[in-house]
């Protein structure tokens, strides 16, 4: 069973900075098949990047996905208001791969 | 595009099984272009993927839940479907149905959710 561990757990910038959030996997993964997601209070999550760097239509370009094999990384690179929120990476697809990060909350500083 | 709708009730009894539906519209579950899954999500707290079926009827599920789920298919209805059987109130969550594609340039997508809440 593939785990994955995202930090930090909280992530305390300001608004303008670069925010750089962590997916780390117990092994190996296939990059075609990780996602990010945004989710902000009573809202379902928001598909932001899929495929590991593939941003999903409508998600502003400064949010960037990278990373293969065992690391993947989320970055904004200017953070905006409304982007404070938690943040899960995925990998989906068929089994055993699925399963979810415990989340990195994203708050302001 | 290929879009889901959960429905089912909102409210089961301790013990009880938990059944929800998922609508899929704008494209066949048939046509082999995905894995239909099941994740949750509880009140505070993170996303659980609960498991999948592909549209010939094969199936994997969460091994935490796995001695008490089932996903169905009913392709004339374009339909999938969930059944959680002896809920506790740790099983009361928002339900989404969500599409894997098998292609990998194509994104993930979820339906809205559905909160079911276990009370007696």
């Known amino acids: 069973e593939i785990v994955l561990t995202q930090s930090p757990g909280t992530l305390s910038l300001s608004p303008g900075e670069r925010a750089t959030l962590s997916c780390r996997a117990s092994q190996s993964v296939s990059s075609s098949y990780l996602a990010w997601y945004q989710q902000k209070p009573g809202q379902a999550p928001r598909l932001l990047i899929y495929g590991a760097s593939s941003r999903a239509t409508g998600i502003p370009d400064r949010f960037s996905g990278s990373g293969s094999g065992t690391d993947f990384t989320l970055t904004i690179s200017r953070l905006e208001p409304e982007d404070f929120a938690v943040y899960y990476c995925q990998q989906y697809g068929s089994s055993p791969r699925n399963t979810f990060g415990q989340g990195t909350r994203l708050e302001i500083k | 595009q290929v879009q889901l709708q959960e429905s089912g009730p909102g409210l089961v009894k301790p013990s009880q099984t938990l059944s929800l539906t998922c609508t899929v519209s704008?494209?066949?579950?048939?046509?082999?272009?995905?894995?239909w899954s099941w994740i949750r999500q509880p009140p505070g707290k993170g996303l659980e993927w609960i498991g999948y079926?592909?549209?010939?009827?094969?199936?994997y599920y969460n091994p935490s839940l796995k001695s008490r789920v089932t996903i169905s298919v009913d392709t004339s209805k374009n339909q999938f479907s969930l059944k959680l059987s002896s809920v506790t109130a740790a099983d009361t969550a928002v339900y989404y149905c969500?599409?894997?594609?098998?292609?990998?340039?194509?994104?993930?997508?979820w339906g809205q959710g559905t909160l079911v809440t276990v009370s007696s």
């Open positions: 969500a599409r894997d594609p098998t292609n990998q340039w194509e994104p993930p997508g």
């Open positions: 079926i592909y549209y010939s009827g094969s199936t």
């Open positions: 704008g494209g066949s579950i048939s046509s082999g272009d995905y894995y």
